[in-house]
C-alpha cells in the first residue's frame, strides 16, 4: 500500500490543478468557476522517485452538512482522516481568508501532518499572500504554482520526511544531515554544442548521449544516474541531467526547439546544482549571461565550465575576461565559481564534481537564529541603516526561514524606505561572513504590523 496524500482547500485554489500535475494527466476536470469537483479522486505518483497515492477533494465550505456542499466537505474530511498527509492550499494572489483561517483551525485540531502550499505564487503580486499565511500556524508555506509546476523539488522536500519515516525522520537537523548523502542532482546548460552530452559521455565512460557537430542534437532532458568516487575513495552518487542547447529566444522558430528549451529549464529546477558550459573557443556570448541569469533567478546554485580549454591559446587573459565579465554581468552573486576542463580528454572533470558539491552543501545550509543576530548586530554597528529624511529606519532581526536556496526575513520598520544598496550590503554580509559564498541568497522585508489594527 503507498501513502495516501489529499489535497484539501476552499473552492477554486487550484487543487484539482496541482492532482493534474502530480499524476501527469488531466483526470481531474478544472475549470475557472470553483465547485468542479465533488467526489474525491484519487491517482498514484512518482515525485522524483518519491511513490504515493494522491486524493482530490472537494472545496471545503461552510454550510449545512445535509447540503450538497456540506456533504462535500464530510467527504473532505474524512479523506483528511485517512490519509497520511493533507495538503493544504491556500490562493496566495487572494491572500488568507477567513474560510482559510477555519480550514487551518481544524486541521491543527486533527493529528494529521499538514504541508501548507500557497499556490499561484508566481510573481510578485503573491508575495504579501505568501507572507500572510505564516500566520496559519502551519509551519512555512511552499509558495507554488500548479499551472506552471514551480515549486514541486520544494514539495518532494516538505513530503520525504513525512512519507520515507524510516529512512528520514522528521527532526530537521537529521533531514539536512542526511542530504550530504542523497544524490547530487546536477543539471548541465549552455548553448548549442558547447559539449555537454560529450562530458557527460566521459563522465559515464560510455556513449550514454548521442553527440555530433551538429548543433542541437539534444532535444529532451535525459537524466542518468552515476556514481563518482571522490579523492578520498568514497562512492558518491550523482544524478546527471543533460538538457537540450539554449539559443537566443529570437533564433527559436522551430515548436519542436521551443518545447525543447521549455524543458531544459524545468530541469533547472529538479536540479540542485546547475553547471553553465561555456565553449572556451568561442568565448563568453550574452546567451550565456542569460541562462545563468535565469539559473540564479530560479534559485540554483551555479558553476561556470569552460569547456574544451585543452585546444585553447592565451588562456591566462582568456580566463581573467570571462571572470571580469561574468562579474559585471552576474552583480547579484559574486564569486561563481569558474572551472577550467575538457570534456574530451577527461582534464578537470574531478575537481569540477568535487567543487559542485561544496556548492550545494553551501546552497542547503542553515545558520542558527543565534548566530545569525549575532551578525545582523555586529553589521548594524558597522553601517548604520539610512534616514531619509530625517526618519529612522528600524531593523529589528532577522531569521532564516527557508534552505536551498537559503532565504532570509529581514524584520522592521519603515523597510518601504530601505536603500537597495543597504539590502546588497546585508546580502553581501551574510554571503562572506556567514559561509554561503557564491549561492543565490534571498532577503525578503518584512514589516511588523498590528494583527488587530483592522478588527
Given at each position: 500500500?503507498?501513502?495516501?496524500?489529499?489535497?484539501?482547500?476552499?473552492?477554486?485554489?487550484?487543487?484539482?490543478?496541482?492532482?493534474?500535475?502530480?499524476?501527469?494527466?488531466?483526470?481531474?476536470?478544472?475549470?475557472?468557476?470553483?465547485?468542479?469537483?465533488?467526489?474525491?479522486?484519487?491517482?498514484?505518483?512518482?515525485?522524483?522517485?518519491?511513490?504515493?497515492?494522491?486524493?482530490?477533494?472537494?472545496?471545503?465550505?461552510?454550510?449545512?452538512?445535509?447540503?450538497?456542499?456540506?456533504?462535500?466537505?464530510?467527504?473532505?474530511?474524512?479523506?483528511?482522516?485517512?490519509?497520511?498527509?493533507?495538503?493544504?492550499?491556500?490562493?496566495?494572489?487572494?491572500?488568507?481568508?477567513?474560510?482559510?483561517?477555519?480550514?487551518?483551525?481544524?486541521?491543527?485540531?486533527?493529528?494529521?501532518?499538514?504541508?501548507?502550499?500557497?499556490?499561484?505564487?508566481?510573481?510578485?503580486?503573491?508575495?504579501?499572500?505568501?507572507?500572510?499565511?505564516?500566520?496559519?500556524?502551519?509551519?512555512?508555506?511552499?509558495?507554488?504554482?500548479?499551472?506552471?509546476?514551480?515549486?514541486?523539488?520544494?514539495?518532494?522536500?516538505?513530503?520525504?520526511?513525512?512519507?520515507?519515516?524510516?529512512?528520514?525522520?522528521?527532526?530537521?537537523?537529521?533531514?539536512?544531515?542526511?542530504?550530504?548523502?542523497?544524490?547530487?542532482?546536477?543539471?548541465?546548460?549552455?548553448?548549442?554544442?558547447?559539449?555537454?552530452?560529450?562530458?557527460?559521455?566521459?563522465?559515464?565512460?560510455?556513449?550514454?548521449?548521442?553527440?555530433?557537430?551538429?548543433?542541437?542534437?539534444?532535444?529532451?532532458?535525459?537524466?542518468?544516474?552515476?556514481?563518482?568516487?571522490?579523492?578520498?575513495?568514497?562512492?558518491?552518487?550523482?544524478?546527471?541531467?543533460?538538457?537540450?542547447?539554449?539559443?537566443?529566444?529570437?533564433?527559436?522558430?522551430?515548436?519542436?526547439?521551443?518545447?525543447?528549451?521549455?524543458?531544459?529549464?524545468?530541469?533547472?529546477?529538479?536540479?540542485?546544482?546547475?553547471?553553465?558550459?561555456?565553449?572556451?573557443?568561442?568565448?563568453?556570448?550574452?546567451?550565456?549571461?542569460?541562462?545563468?541569469?535565469?539559473?540564479?533567478?530560479?534559485?540554483?546554485?551555479?558553476?561556470?565550465?569552460?569547456?574544451?580549454?585543452?585546444?585553447?591559446?592565451?588562456?591566462?587573459?582568456?580566463?581573467?575576461?570571462?571572470?571580469?565579465?561574468?562579474?559585471?554581468?552576474?552583480?547579484?552573486?559574486?564569486?561563481?565559481?569558474?572551472?577550467?576542463?575538457?570534456?574530451?580528454?577527461?582534464?578537470?572533470?574531478?575537481?569540477?564534481?568535487?567543487?559542485?558539491?561544496?556548492?550545494?552543501?553551501?546552497?542547503?545550509?542553515?545558520?542558527?537564529?543565534?548566530?545569525?543576530?549575532?551578525?545582523?548586530?555586529?553589521?548594524l554597528e558597522a553601517n548604520p541603516p539610512p534616514a531619509p529624511g530625517g526618519k529612522r529606519i528600524k531593523l529589528r532581526?532577522?531569521?532564516?526561514?527557508?534552505?536551498?536556496?537559503?532565504?532570509?526575513?529581514?524584520?522592521?520598520?519603515?523597510?518601504?524606505?530601505?536603500?537597495?544598496?543597504?539590502?546588497?550590503?546585508?546580502?553581501?554580509?551574510?554571503?562572506?561572513?556567514?559561509?554561503?559564498?557564491?549561492?543565490?541568497?534571498?532577503?525578503?522585508?518584512?514589516?511588523?504590523?498590528?494583527?488587530?489594527?483592522?478588527?
Amino acid at each position: 500500500m503507498l501513502p495516501t496524500v489529499a489535497i484539501v482547500g476552499r473552492p477554486n485554489v487550484g487543487k484539482s490543478t496541482l492532482f493534474n500535475r502530480l499524476v501527469g494527466k488531466k483526470l481531474a476536470l478544472v475549470d475557472d468557476q470553483p465547485g468542479v469537483t465533488r467526489d474525491r479522486r484519487e491517482g498514484e505518483v512518482s515525485l522524483l522517485g518519491l511513490d504515493f497515492t494522491i486524493v482530490d477533494t472537494a472545496g471545503y465550505e461552510d454550510e449545512d452538512a445535509n447540503s450538497l456542499p456540506g456533504r462535500m466537505r464530510m467527504q473532505t474530511q474524512a479523506a483528511v482522516e485517512d490519509c497520511d498527509v493533507a495538503l493544504f492550499m491556500i490562493d496566495a494572489r487572494a491572500g488568507v481568508t477567513p474560510l482559510d483561517e477555519e480550514i487551518a483551525r481544524w486541521l491543527r485540531a486533527n493529528d494529521t501532518p499538514v504541508v501548507l502550499m500557497a499556490n499561484k505564487a508566481e510573481g510578485k503580486a503573491a508575495d504579501d499572500g505568501v507572507m500572510e499565511s505564516f500566520a496559519l500556524g502551519l509551519g512555512e508555506p511552499i509558495p507554488f504554482s500548479a499551472e506552471h509546476g514551480q515549486g514541486l523539488a520544494d514539495l518532494f522536500q516538505a513530503l520525504l520526511p513525512l512519507l520515507d519515516r524510516e529512512e528520514f525522520q522528521a527532526d530537521e537537523k537529521e533531514f539536512y544531515e542526511d542530504e550530504e548523502s542523497a544524490p547530487l542532482k546536477l543539471a548541465i546548460v549552455g548553448r548549442p554544442n558547447a559539449g555537454k552530452s560529450t562530458l557527460i559521455n566521459k563522465f559515464l565512460g560510455e556513449n550514454r548521449l548521442l553527440t555530433g557537430p551538429e548543433a542541437g542534437i539534444t532535444r529532451d532532458s535525459i537524466a542518468v544516474d552515476w556514481m563518482w568516487t571522490d579523492r578520498e575513495g568514497l562512492d558518491r552518487p550523482v544524478r546527471l541531467i543533460d538538457t537540450a542547447g539554449m539559443r537566443k529566444r529570437a533564433k527559436v522558430q522551430e515548436k519542436l526547439e521551443k518545447l525543447a528549451v521549455s524543458d531544459g529549464l524545468n530541469a533547472v529546477n529538479f536540479a540542485e546544482v546547475v553547471v553553465l558550459m561555456i565553449d572556451s573557443t568561442r568565448g563568453l556570448e550574452a546567451q550565456d549571461l542569460r541562462i545563468a541569469d535565469k539559473v540564479l533567478e530560479e534559485g540554483r546554485a551555479l558553476v561556470v565550465a569552460l569547456n574544451k580549454w585543452d585546444t585553447v591559446e592565451h588562456g591566462s587573459a582568456l580566463y581573467q575576461g570571462i571572470k571580469q565579465a561574468l562579474s559585471d554581468g552576474l552583480a547579484q552573486v559574486r564569486g561563481v565559481p569558474i572551472m577550467t576542463i575538457s570534456g574530451a580528454t577527461g582534464k578537470g572533470l574531478d575537481d569540477l564534481i568535487q567543487v559542485a558539491f561544496e556548492t550545494r552543501t553551501a546552497w542547503s545550509k542553515r545558520v542558527s537564529t543565534g548566530i545569525l543576530n549575532r551578525w545582523f548586530e555586529t553589521a548594524l554597528e558597522a553601517n548604520p541603516p539610512p534616514a531619509p529624511g530625517g526618519k529612522r529606519i528600524k531593523l529589528r532581526y532577522i531569521t532564516q526561514n527557508k534552505t536551498r536556496p537559503p532565504t532570509f526575513v529581514l524584520f522592521g520598520t519603515r523597510l518601504d524606505d530601505l536603500p537597495e544598496s543597504y539590502r546588497r550590503y546585508l546580502v553581501n554580509g551574510i554571503r562572506k561572513e556567514l559561509g554561503f559564498g557564491a549561492v543565490p541568497v534571498r532577503l525578503t522585508l518584512r514589516s511588523q504590523k498590528n494583527p488587530y489594527a483592522t478588527k
